[in-house]
T-cell receptor, first 116, second 117 residues
């Protein structure tokens, strides 16, 4: 069975500082990996995804993630955070089924706090 | 592009009531939609996969007679929580995957906060 681990429940970062959110996955084949962001009481917005190709993936809002197969990781990074980045971040893994990812397995999320 | 609309955004009702939640893909066609449930401060858990024109596939432990899913068109899937009880109170989120070859991601709605009194 596939699983996703986000080791950090909360992370506090100063505005303007760099950010890295960790994500480790367990999956028996080539994973289809995602990072989503959720603001309070809202749905999820896709930040970026990886299926194949370049292991460094660029997303929206200045985020990037690097797929490392040897470490089963897909960490999310941003060089300089803004106060508007404060939110809940979810890493997810899905099985690829021709048209795209099937139902996703999510990590428990990392709550990002931005301090002035 | 790739907007998913979910309605209603919030519903409060009495125990025993049935509640219908709609999930629409506004600017794309979606042969496959997914329904997730999220408890407070928890992650999303997949409930079921809905394919247009066929029966939904439910995850283990999800009661299909409790959570009725209909996906009658390429832009609309509905989730009906039948005879809802307080333990059904949760945040329900749908997602839709576009039609076409390749690695189509899921696009999520804004969710429905269901509160059963």
């Amino acid at each position: 069975a596939q699983s996703v681990t986000q080791p950090d429940i909360h992370i506090t970062v100063s505005e303007g500082a760099s950010l890295e959110l960790r994500c480790n996955y367990s999956y028996g084949a080539t994973p289809y990996l995602f990072w989503y962001v959720q603001s309070p009481g809202q749905g999820l917005q896709l930040l970026l995804k990886y299926f194949s190709g370049d292991t460094l993936v660029q997303g929206i809002k200045g985020f990037e993630a690097e797929f490392k197969r040897s470490q089963s990781s897909f960490n999310l990074r941003k060089p300089s955070v803004h106060w508007s980045d404060a939110a809940e971040y979810f890493c997810a893994v899905g099985k690829y089924s021709g048209g795209g990812a099937d139902g996703l397995t999510f990590g428990k999320g990392t709550h990002l706090i931005i301090q002035p | 592009g790739a907007v998913v609309s979910q309605h209603p955004s919030r519903v409060i009702c009495k125990s025993g009531t049935s509640v219908k939640i709609e999930c629409r893909s506004l600017d794309f066609q979606a042969t496959t939609m997914f329904w997730y449930r999220q408890f407070p401060k928890q992650s999303l858990m997949l409930m079921a996969t809905s394919n247009e024109g066929s029966k939904a596939t439910y995850e283990q432990g999800v009661e299909k007679d409790k959570f009725l899913i209909n996906h009658a068109s390429l832009t609309l899937s509905t989730l009906t929580v039948t005879s809802a009880h307080p333990e059904d109170s949760s945040f329900y989120i749908c997602s839709a995957r576009g039609v076409g070859a390749g690695n189509q991601p899921q696009h999520f709605g804004d969710g429905t906060r269901l509160s059963i009194l």
